[in-house]
């Protein structure tokens, strides 16, 4: 907090006469809390660094394609981490308590689990360091597709379709159906080399029990 309460005590301290622009932040900040001005600064700095020199489009594509496919891989893993048994049984069943998931199911999940692949997410960006409207669009991106494949609708029209290998709300919906033992992320390509896919022919086919 400012230690004067008037302008002409500030201005006998700053030994001259404040500038209008001065005196207008003197008078807005000496009785606004601390925190207030605090956070009013981490916004003025997010707008900054949002606006400042904005990269190349070509750039802000390549870097959320290599987040993606860094997210993809280490979802998978830690996914599959989360579908082991203690960790299953104590964390992971409270996204799985919906079995046939809609967009909010999304969100629904334990805190640590919500760590644990938020760190999937972050990570590619301290790997891949990005201007800050890239960092944005990503966790844009990354919000709604996770909607999205919670959704429960196979949207014909959705621009997903034109990712190859993306798996999507078909495959996710199978595994909320079953949980337990099958995983698929949002793209199946890693629940394709590690044999999950069978499950989601299993579930279009024959419906096997996982
Ligand atoms: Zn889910
Ligand atoms: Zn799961």
């Not at 033992?181 to 394709?192: I, P, Y």
Request: glycine share 6%; with cysteine; net charge negative.
């Amino acid at each position: 907090m400012i230690p004067f309460t008037t302008v002409e005590a500030a201005e006998t301290s700053l030994g001259r006469a404040m500038t209008w622009a001065e005196a207008l932040w003197f008078r807005y900040s000496r009785s606004t809390p601390d925190y207030w001005l605090c956070f009013q600064s981490f916004l003025i700095l997010f707008a900054t660094y949002t606006l400042a020199p904005l990269p190349s489009a070509g750039e802000v594509a390549a870097q959320l394609v290599v987040y993606m496919l860094m997210e993809d891989y280490l979802g998978y893993w830690f996914h599959r981490f989360l579908h082991s048994e203690w960790i299953y049984d104590n964390i992971h069943y409270v996204h799985h308590e919906f079995r046939a998931p809609m967009g909010f199911a999304a969100a629904h999940a334990h805190w640590f689990e919500s760590l644990v692949l938020g760190f999937a997410a972050f990570i590619s960006i301290f790997a891949v360091p990005c201007h800050m409207i890239t960092c944005w669009l990503w966790f844009a991106i990354r919000g709604i597709a996770g909607v999205e494949i919670h959704c429960g609708f196979n949207l014909p029209f959705s621009p997903t379709k034109l990712i190859p290998f993306y798996g999507g709300a078909e495959f996710h919906d199978y595994h909320h159906h079953y949980g337990g033992k099958w995983n698929t992320v949002t793209w199946h390509r890693c629940s394709h080399f590690v044999t999950t896919y069978m499950g989601r022919i299993a579930f279009t086919g024959t419906k096997t029990q996982a």
